[in-house]
């Protein structure tokens, strides 16, 4: 029996999706294979496995751009960084460093807290009176900006080892949050498809 109009759209609609849900992030092929910031990983991103979407490449892209924004939320180094961890783990590179713009100033106060109140959670004691001066800090006092910023990045510095791991644990959990999200998704989107094609066969069965 031959493929009619429908079920040949409703293959390839299968096949392609959720693809052209994620093709918008990896648009950038072209521009990131010929970026200086790459250039350490010149030799390495020619891999097609890099560039290529599929559900395991795209989930672990996610991980990479979400834990390495959010465990480096202070440093300017995301991109770099992401791309590395795109390599090792053989994530869709343009989708990983894409997304870690997610990570940004208006972004990083709220999950600049979290981690700090997670990180208070894995080191108490002595750090707590710290944060809790931090968390509290007076912007608006009498002194003077530079003034200001010398005590609040005197604060920091008691208070960075609790901040730093409460940075790596919220990367940790968003980014395999993110992971198994994409994953499921995925898979379900797949099924989903699959489905209205055996659906359509039967009603394509029952004309006949």
């Known amino acids: 029996m031959e493929h009619t109009p429908i079920q040949t759209r409703t293959k390839a609609s299968i096949t392609d999706m959720p693809k052209q849900w994620f093709q918008k992030l990896a648009d950038r092929s072209d521009a990131i294979r010929h970026s200086k910031k790459l250039g350490p990983l010149r030799h390495y991103i020619q891999d097609p496995n890099l560039w290529h979407l599929n559900r395991h490449s795209v989930a672990r892209a996610f991980f990479v751009a979400f834990f390495t924004s959010i465990t480096l939320m202070i440093f300017p180094c995301h991109t770099i960084t992401a791309a590395f ?28 807290y979290t981690a700090i109140k997670i990180g ?42 609790p901040f730093m791991l409460g940075s790596f644990t919220l990367g940790l959990l968003i980014g395999g949050f993110c992971y198994l999200a994409v994953q499921s998704f995925w898979r379900w989107h797949v099924a989903s498809r699959w489905r209205k094609r055996r659906q359509l066969r039967l009603i394509q069965t029952q004309r006949l």
């Open 85 to 112: 961890l795109a390599v090792w783990l053989r994530a869709n590179l343009p989708i990983a460093v894409s997304l870690v713009w997610l990570v940004n100033p208006i972004t990083i106060p709220p999950l600049a």
């Open 120 to 161: 208070l959670i894995e080191m108490p004691s002595e750090h707590t009176h710290s944060v809790k001066q931090l968390l509290h800090f007076d912007w608006h006092g009498g002194e003077s900006i530079t003034e200001t910023m010398q005590s609040f990045w005197y604060l920091f510095e008691r208070i960075w080892e």
